[in-house]
């Protein structure tokens, strides 16, 4: 496999030039086993399509969501507006980012702060790549195999997006198997709201054994995620379940499809 | 002026007006919270109220309970026109005034007949969903005492009223039939003419008596309903409309920022000069006074139907958050703060502790499902959040592993204890 060339903002500025997008890693993505393997996905995919893009690398830092969520305003705020500096000095516009908290915090939460992006999430790009004719899929690799798709929190019921995840699992001409709660009514995998980073409060069962169960339920060879923290919390899930469910990211879903 | 008359006057006036009273109390309980910027957007918060509390758009998810739900609405809305009627007649000893409106006002009573029958049904379908079937969001702890017998009270009060505006009419159309005097032929009714034979054997003077006790029931009735709408959950039924028109038009996902934080900020990086005359408000929420009136507002239009928490996933794995309390919580307090007026110190008996433990507020995943399964707007999830930034900011008070992670967060960037030159090492791992 070839060496993944990627560039840096600071790179193609010295260039003089500027890339079609800013790639936001996010910290999962940037430093989480099971999430980098989707960032490489990603940025396979990106390559693969000729999509001109760049990272911050070490100047990206934490958008600040898992701070907000705990009730952290004031550290939210001072990564918020960090980071700000950072991207209206790079005079970013289109942001693409692979975690749902981080699209949700950079789309809606950063305008009222000064930063003022257009902010899409990897499964809306790679849908739009594909209408575009810069990307192409077919199935192979997964004909016939049955893929279940776990909506996260913060794309679905806080942003509405249910379809383009869906629209990429349906270029696979796999079957689709939704779960007994999906979209709208999908079931929280555990982690948001900062939980990712606590241990859970007393109950009767872990968030992510619940769900798990539902998407085992489904008999799905593949459970998609879309999210870093959704696709561990599933995985580890899966796990304890001892089920056989591989858990992957639709955009290794994809990047499998095309052998990349 | 008749004795009869008189009377009806002086008890319409009488419940009017502690209607009126009961409201300015309701007002000035919602007035508790702080300000809010709401008044933009006017034509989509427009559209929303119509959806979601005339349409009762969400709660059509569930078909069978959607339309029963619909019924008992639209039945009391209709059938309570028949009001006009019944005032003019109590304060002018008129019988029927209306009917000079001919084939209209028969049509108009017949249709307010059908509707109080299917409101029976519906009644009876919700008493046993309620009471019978074991159907979880009915059967939380919250719903032990009084909140469970207000419920069964709405739906008991409701069978009786439609069985009073049924019954009146039955004696009425007997009189009717008889040519009475007094009771001229006016109106047609579908449903309580099966009732009627049941006067066949009694004399005019008792049918009279009968008509009279059922028509003073239900105009006494319907005032006391009126009345009972501060202390129950019932107040929906006029809160819903407010209540959906300043719920949030932004994606569920956006949680607004702090103003206050921001001015702090800026201060702090040297952005703006720090405003010395500025008053330090509290951060976040320990009280019901802390919240927003919206908020508050929120917490009396809270049905306490509990589809927020049959969908939260804290809540359905056994932990003690529940949204519906979170909401019943902070109307209680707010009512309990409103209500004092210095009697009681209510100053040592905050929201958060006496009413919401920790414990709840950090089973939080933020993932609001009890906010899209609202079927009126209400949104338990912020109240949360203003409640966590209270511990987090004023008190420091947060879980141990929080804190761990807040502190990546500010020495290297990210929520793990990583380096920043690192993120990049994923391209050669
Ligand atoms: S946002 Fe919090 S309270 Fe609401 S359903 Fe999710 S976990 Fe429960
Ligand atoms: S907050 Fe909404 S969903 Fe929850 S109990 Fe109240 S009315 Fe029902």
């Known amino acids: ?31 989480d086993d099971r999430a980098k393997k989707v960032t490489k996905a ?65 789309k809606n939460e950063y305008p009222s702060l000064g930063g003022h992006y257009e902010v899409l999430h990897h499964t809306q790009f790679l849908k739009q790549l594909i209408e575009n004719g810069r990307l192409s899929v077919s199935g192979g690799t997964f004909k016939g195999k049955r893929i279940t798709y776990h909506d996260p929190c913060y794309l679905g019921r806080a942003n509405e997006i249910y379809e383009a995840p869906r629209a990429l699992i349906a270029k696979l001409d796999a079957e689709l198997v939704e779960m007994k709660r999906c979209k709208r009514d999908a079931l929280c995998c555990g982690a948001g709201g900062a939980q990712m980073f606590k241990e859970p409060e007393k109950g009767n069962k872990d968030i992510n054994i619940e769900r798990s169960a539902e998407a085992l339920e489904t008999k799905a060879d593949i459970v998609a995620a879309a999210c870093p923290f959704c696709n561990t919390m599933m995985n580890d899930g899966i796990t304890q379940h001892n089920g056989s469910s591989a858990v992957k990211d639709v955009a290794q879903l994809i990047a499998e499809a095309k052998d990349l | 002026m008749g004795l009869q008359q008189l009377l009806f006057s002086a008890i319409l006036l009488l419940g009017i007006g502690f209607f009126a009273f009961n409201v300015k109390r309701l007002i000035r309980s919602i007035r508790q919270g702080k300000p809010v910027d709401v008044i933009d957007r006017k034509k ?100 032990k005492g009084w909140p469970k017998l207000d419920a069964n009270l709405i739906l008991i009060i409701e069978l009786v009223l439609m069985f009073l505006f049924l019954g009146m009419n039955a004696a009425d159309y007997a009189l009717q ?39 003073w029931a239900h105009i006494a009735g319907i005032l006391g309903f009126l009345n009972y709408l501060y202390y129950s959950k019932h107040l929906h039924i006029l809160l819903a409309f407010p209540n959906t028109f300043y719920a949030s038009l932004d994606p569920k996902g956006k949680f607004e920022n702090n103003a206050t934080v921001t001015r702090e900020v800026k201060a702090m990086l040297a952005m703006e000069a720090a405003d010395p005359n500025q008053e330090i408000e509290r951060f976040g929420a320990k009280d019901s006074t802390d919240l927003t009136w919206v908020q508050l507002m929120n917490a009396y239009s809270c049905t306490e139907c509990g589809r927020c928490t049959a969908a939260c996933p804290a809540n359905q794995t056994g932990k003690l958050l529940s949204p519906r309390k979170i909401m019943m919580d902070t109307r209680d307090r707010a009512t309990e703060i409103s209500s004092s007026k210095g009697v009681k110190d209510v100053a040592e008996h905050t929201l958060l502790d006496h009413y919401i433990s920790r414990e709840e507020l950090w089973a939080c995943t933020s993932c609001n499902a009890c906010v899209e399964a609202c079927p009126i707007g209400i949104d338990p999830l912020s109240i949360i959040m203003k409640m966590r930034q209270y511990i987090v900011m004023e008190e420091s008070a947060a879980p141990g592993d929080l804190n761990a992670m807040m502190t990546n967060i500010e020495n290297n960037g990210a929520p793990w204890a990583f380096n920043a030159q690192d993120r990049l090492n994923w391209v050669s791992d």
């Open chain 1, 1 to 31: 496999m070839s060496e993944l060339k990627i560039k840096t903002m600071a790179e193609f500025l010295a260039e003089g030039q500027a890339p079609e997008v800013l790639f936001w890693v996010g910290c999962a993505g940037s430093f």
């Open chain 1, 42 to 106: 990603f940025a396979k995919l990106l390559h693969n399509a000729q999509v001109s893009f760049a990272v911050l690398g070490k100047e990206e830092s934490c958008t600040g969501d898992p701070a907000k969520r705990s009730g952290n305003e004031f550290l939210f705020q001072m990564q918020a507006m960090a980071n700000i500096e950072v991207l209206n000095a790079y005079e970013i516009k289109t942001i693409v980012t692979t975690c749902p908290h981080c699209f949700n915090t950079l």
């Open chain 2, 44 to 143: 989509e918060r427009t559209f929303a109220m119509i959806r979601l509390a005339f349409g009762q758009q969400k709660m059509q998810r569930n078909v069978l309970v959607g339309v029963l739900h619909l019924v008992v609405y639209l039945g009391f809305l209709i059938i309570n026109v028949e009001l006009i009627e019944i005032i003019i007649d109590g304060v002018f000893g008129t019988h029927r005034a209306l009917s000079f409106l001919g084939a209209g006002y028969d049509l108009a009573i017949a249709l307010f007949e059908l509707f109080a029958f299917a409101v029976i049904v519906s009644v009876v379908v919700f008493w046993i969903r309620r009471n019978l079937m074991h159907i979880k969001r009915f059967r939380s702890a919250e719903l």
């Open chain 2, 177 to 215: 039939l008889r040519g009475v005097a007094h009771y001229s032929p006016a109106g047609s009714f579908p449903i309580s003419s099966w009732i009627t034979p049941i006067f066949n054997s009694w004399s005019d003077g008792h049918v009279i008596a009968i008509e009279r006790g059922l028509w």
